[in-house]
């Protein structure tokens, strides 16, 4: 069974742009969930999507947005980029309930010069 | 809310020994909690999960944790540490009705040769 799959693996973006990553989850899995790790503020959540539907977002500026096709693959965009949004953002997949635990991707870095 | 704290931020130990990282949650419900690993510039593996089942819970690579709701604890324990154990372990807490993982800060595992 294929993993959790993040594209692309590194991005560098100007201050002011925006970037759209990519997330493909297990086959099968309906939820998908993106976090941000940065090493000042660790790993926070950034919004859930469950069958097309966001079902819960992070404490995040609206910048950050998300959503979720028929298929299950996800995206999240982020516009007007600030050098603070240089992070890793990792997704992850699950069959659909937070309490059996969710399978990551490698995450994407992006970097904002 | 659900939260957890990783009561050290830095363990080191001697290859062969034993390795111990503490980790104390807070929920307000029977919780499912998780360890997680993270090797460097790589996204994160499931290690072990808590679903109250049994307290004693095994996962990969030869690590068990324990639940003991009175302490409110759930250490990560390995008999023998491996110098391919060096990574930075994350304890979690899940927020089902939230449909996201609760994070702590980490705890970055030193293995000595």
């Known amino acids: 069974k294929a993993g959790v799959t993040q594209t692309p693996r590194y991005l560098i973006k100007t201050r002011g742009q925006q970037v759209t990553l990519s997330c493909s989850p297990i086959s099968g899995h309906r939820s998908v969930s993106w976090y941000q790790q940065t090493p000042g503020q660790g790993l926070q959540f950034l919004f859930e999507?469950?069958?097309?539907?966001?079902?819960n977002k992070g404490n995040f500026p609206g910048r950050f947005s998300g959503r979720q096709f028929s298929n299950s693959r996800s995206e999240m965009n982020v516009s007007t980029l600030e050098l603070g949004d240089s992070a890793l953002y990792l997704c992850?997949?699950?069959?659909?309930?937070?309490?059996?635990?969710?399978?990551f991707g490698s995450g994407t870095r992006l970097t904002v010069v | 809310a659900q939260s957890v704290t990783q009561l050290d931020s830095h363990v080191s130990v001697s290859e062969g020994t034993p390795v111990l990282l503490r980790c104390n949650y807070s929920s307000s419900y029977s919780p499912s909690l998780f360890w997680y690993v993270q090797h460097p510039n790589k996204g994160l593996q499931l290690l072990l999960k808590y679903t109250s089942a049994a307290t004693l819970v095994k996962g990969i690579n030869g690590f068990e944790a324990e639940f003991k709701k009175s302490e409110t604890s759930f250490h990560l324990t390995k008999p023998s540490a491996h110098m391919s154990d060096a990574a930075e372990y994350f304890c979690?807490?899940?927020?089902?009705?939230?449909?996201?993982?609760?994070f702590g800060a980490g705890t970055i595992l030193r293995v000595k040769s």
């Open positions: 999507y469950f069958s097309e539907t966001q079902r």
């Open positions: 992850a997949s699950e069959e659909g309930s937070a309490n059996y635990g969710y399978t």
């Open positions: 979690v807490v899940s927020d089902p009705y939230g449909n996201k993982l609760v």
